[in-house]
């Protein structure tokens, strides 16, 4: 089989699966887990521009999109090409043993994906049972506009599936709320945990917006550096995502 993954998580997965670069043909430039096995695996474009004239090259059978990370048109484009596609639409931690099936299914991998299913759907429970101690936090995820992200989200449902509360900062939009002052002192946020991906934060920025909302006469709030990997990489990497990111919070 020749699969093309346009979803960096979902490379990954795919080899935690058992494929080989033999089978995994085409990637994208943001696909660099595991660095060994990739970087023998051909860049076919971004995941909001892929090309399409090297997917084609690369003779796929199969082209692996996520709902929210890649356009529509895209997934269009290849339909329109004959190829077949798996698009993954995973919003929250307990949505991956299934999508895991699915995709072990499409890809011939039974036996590796229920393992993986099994084992996550297990830690799953174990958490519902010994969650993290419990704060009012936001997830910080770009800087200029500053943005954090929302309940509704994958990286929101993993924070929540440890025992922490993520306040929705704003009603509507796109999960991905603006963050300003006025609205972290509105949701009394207690802490802010500085994902060191898309932006990469540094500490200081954190303590910086903290200082910006005391001096407002808002709470003082805590700041935390956190895996951006964790927090947003769904699939095999999801168990080892909720492991870090409890370990960090305790």
């Not at 997965?13 to 089978?23: S, V």
């Not at 695996?41 to 892929?50: A, I, L, N, W």
Request: proline share 7%; glycine share 8%.
């Amino acid at each position: 089989m020749r699969i093309v993954s346009l979803v960096p998580s979902l490379t990954l997965t795919l080899f935690d699966l058992g494929c080989t670069a033999k089978e995994v043909v085409g990637r994208t430039p943001w696909c660099i887990h595991p660095e060994a096995m990739v970087s023998d695996v051909d860049v076919v474009g971004g995941t909001k521009t892929p090309n399409l004239k090297k997917i084609l090259n690369v003779k796929p059978n199969l082209v692996v999109l996520d709902r929210e990370e890649n356009p529509k048109a895209v997934y269009d484009a290849l339909v329109e090409a004959g190829i077949d596609v798996f698009v993954s639409s995973v919003e929250h931690p307990r949505d991956v043993p299934h999508m895991l099936r699915t995709l072990g299914r499409a890809i011939g991998r039974e036996e590796q994906a229920e393992s993986r299913a099994k084992a996550l759907e297990s830690l799953l429970l174990e958490l519902e049972q010994t969650p993290v101690p419990s704060h009012r936090i936001a997830p910080m995820i770009w800087h200029k506009p500053l943005m954090s992200v929302g309940p509704d989200r994958y990286a929101g449902g993993v924070l929540t599936t440890l025992g922490l509360v993520v306040p929705a900062l704003e009603q509507g939009g796109n999960g991905y709320p603006v963050v300003t002052p006025g609205s972290l002192i509105e949701h009394r946020i207690e802490g802010l945990l500085l994902s060191s991906e898309p932006h990469p934060f540094a500490l200081e920025e954190g303590v910086a917006i903290a200082a910006e909302v005391t001096a407002l006469g808002g709470q003082a709030m805590w700041c935390k550096c956190i895996d951006g990997e964790a927090l947003t990489w769904f699939g095999t990497h999801t168990i080892e995502g909720l492991k870090t990111l409890r370990l960090a919070m305790m």
